[in-house]
């Protein structure tokens, strides 16, 4: 088991050799813009290979202009490095197996194409995060041969992956000081020479916490950033990461969509929930690149196209911040493998782009959402999902069928006799004692301020 190393992290980088590349590959130029706010983050993930048919840098940047009008105003890309070779698995490996953390991958473009990828995110007021796997590297990183003693071993002495399953990637040992080192050093590089706003940590949880507490703050006082750990769980937020999972609420979703009563959400949503400290918030999402290519997509997670968007609204418009994966919004029918090529077809399914376009612009919009008060409807109902986000005249309401069928909802006695304003269609609603609610069909609902 690694342990937390002790040393502060001025000493460490003493320690530690220069490994680092030199600044000429990095453009002086860097366009200007506003710190992040966390709570109106709506991020977006790309796998450069499968976002546009080049699987480029530089095709990303036509596509801005639609991930904006999308709603999403943050860019998270997968690893953006040079993909290890050596045990490699599928036809393109895992870009989580990283050959050189300070190169870019060169079937994505040059280090060039990279900075201008984010100077036009900036120019848009797009941020844009990287993916840091600072917990292994690739068999064939320079590393393994340079610095063996920076990877754990077993008793044989022979370097070993993290996971017997992870056999195309070697394990870091925090251990040895000059491996929190080096990574804090790829940290500020990143942020530096080329003006990113973050990073998605990958498996945060296996790499020591003294760690990320003490580069986090070292890269903040380059700029404001924003830092999402994968893991859960309060410890993560006290050391400096403004987002963490939220996989109970996700895998309790994909139950109630097969049949589980809706009545078990309102507790664990509340427990999970109460894990963040004010200021911070749960990445909430219908799928990503892990579950996408192992369990499935969510056209199939949560039976149906619409089934889908209506598990998106339940989900996201809990506290939290909103995620996306490159693909989702067309419904995607299929998984896409992590280590091969899979074609999206941008051309499928308009209406869900413009469903989720709506839903992510209500949401945008509406104070009572971005903030983190909520409120639970006690309801017998299994098939519906019922809850008030914020309070007084902000307030809004959202309900939600988990069924393909219609189901007939008896409303909460704070709904019942009023006029309320549909946000999505934008025309009133008279509500009485029960509302019909189509299958996989939903409301978000507000105090109506007719003319």
């Not at 996700?250 to 999970?272: D, Q, W």
């Not at 939290?320 to 299929?334: A, C, F, K, R, T």
């Not at 469903?355 to 098939?383: C, H, M, S, W």
């Amino acid at each position: 088991m690694k342990k937390l190393y002790t040393l502060t992290m001025l000493a460490i980088i003493a320690l530690c050799s220069c490994n680092g590349p030199s600044k000429e590959n990095s453009s002086p130029d860097k366009v200007s813009i506003p710190a992040p706010e966390i709570e109106k983050v709506v991020l977006y993930e790309i796998y450069v290979r499968n976002f546009t048919p080049e699987g480029t840098f530089q095709a990303i940047i036509p596509q801005l202009d639609k991930l904006k009008e999308l709603g999403v105003n943050t860019l998270w890309l997968m690893p953006i490095h040079p993909v290890g070779v050596e045990n490699r698995k599928g036809t393109f490996g895992s870009p989580y197996a990283v050959q050189d953390f300070y190169d870019v991958n060169p079937e994505f473009g040059t280090k060039a194409d990279f900075k201008a990828l984010v100077n036009a995110c900036h120019e848009k007021g797009l941020h844009i995060l990287i993916d840091l796997v600072a917990n292994h590297t690739a068999w064939d990183n320079k590393w393994i041969t340079e610095h063996p003693d920076w990877y754990t071993k077993n008793e044989a002495g022979e370097i070993i992956p993290p996971v017997d399953d992870w056999s195309d990637v070697a394990d870091l040992n925090y251990e040895n000081a000059a491996v929190p080192a080096e990574m804090a050093k790829v940290m500020e590089y990143w942020v530096k020479e080329f003006d990113i706003d973050g990073y998605r940590c990958d498996v945060a949880y296996m790499v020591p916490n003294n760690f990320w507490k003490n580069s986090i703050a070292n890269i903040r006082k380059i700029k404001p950033i924003i830092m999402l750990a994968e893991a859960a769980g309060t410890e993560f937020h006290e050391i400096g990461f403004d987002f963490t999972y939220g996989w109970e609420v996700y895998h309790h979703m994909k139950k109630l969509f097969a049949g589980a009563s809706a009545v078990s959400l309102p507790a664990l949503a509340t427990t999970e929930t109460a894990k963040v400290p004010a200021g911070n918030k749960i990445l909430r999402f219908t799928t990503n690149h892990d579950e996408t290519s192992w369990d499935d997509v969510p056209v199939n997670l949560f039976k149906t196209r619409e089934g889908s968007l209506a598990a998106f609204v339940a989900s996201t418009y809990l506290p939290s911040i909103p995620l996306l994966y490159n693909g989702q919004e067309v419904g995607h029918p299929q998984k896409m493998n992590l280590f091969e090529k899979s074609n999206i077809d941008w051309l499928s399914n308009g209406f869900m782009r413009d469903a989720y376009k709506q839903l992510l612009t209500v949401r945008n919009q509406e104070a009572a959402v971005l903030g983190d008060e909520i409120t639970f409807f006690e309801t017998a109902n299994p098939d519906i999902i019922a809850y008030q986000r914020g309070s007084g005249d902000a307030a809004i309401f959202v309900i939600v069928n988990i069924r393909k069928d219609l189901v007939n909802f008896q409303l909460p006695e704070v709904l019942q006799g009023k006029t309320m304003l549909d946000l999505l269609s934008g025309r009133g609603m008279n509500l009485y004692q029960n509302l019909n609610v189509l299958g996989f069909n939903y409301y978000i609902l507000k105090a109506a301020q007719l003319s």
